[in-house]
């Protein structure tokens, strides 16, 4: 009996050694668990919105339809600092003296999502145009865009990039898409 009690008494000491070490593992990985999504919260808060001094710009051709043309722009992240973005660029074409070009930007229903670019990271945006006059349009010589201001969401500023796409008729409607990570395709 003294064996049966004695095994008896070591099972229900190492059950709970065993309870408690679990306990032990369960609230450190909790507690670890909880200190990464605080230390998420806490890069998200520090990490700037993208602004232009942030930022590069560069415009890329992509394949073209009857009348129809696309393009990306892609917004390159040039500081030593993650920042954030998120959202529709806004654009206006100018022509080589600089005066605005006819501009409408329309957004293209999406889901915006929150863009975190580290360092050399990007995020681009696909735009379509229309080469097809619209009725009573000027002629395409005074609807020639020489360049292209791209203001990042939620700025002031703009950065400028050259314009060598042709004309973009239809009253200068440029349909745009949310932000995405990355460069974007490249036909």
């Known amino acids: 009996m003294r064996n049966s009690k004695w095994t008896n008494g070591w099972v229900v000491s190492s059950a709970i050694a065993a309870a408690s070490a679990m306990a032990l593992v369960g609230l450190t990985a909790g507690v670890s668990q909880a200190s990464t999504a605080s230390q998420a919260r806490t890069l998200v808060a520090q990490t700037s919105w993208a602004d232009t001094g942030d930022l590069k710009v560069q415009i890329h051709a992509l394949n073209a339809g009857a009348g129809q043309r696309y393009a990306s722009v892609v917004l390159t992240n040039k500081s030593r600092k993650s920042v954030r973005t998120q959202g529709y660029v806004g654009l206006q074409l100018l022509n080589s003296a600089g005066k605005n070009v006819t501009t409408h930007v329309v957004r293209d229903p999406g889901h915006p999502k929150l863009i975190t670019l580290k360092p050399g990271q990007s995020a681009y945006t696909e735009l379509h145009w229309s080469v097809v006059g619209a009725k009573g349009e000027p002629t395409k010589a005074e609807k020639n865009p020489a360049k292209l ?33 990355g460069t974007g395709p490249t036909h």
């Open 149 to 181: 201001e791209v203001t990042p969401p939620d700025s002031r500023h703009h950065l400028t990039t050259s314009w060598k796409l042709g004309e973009v008729l239809q009253k200068g409607r440029i349909d745009v898409t949310p932000l995405a990570k």
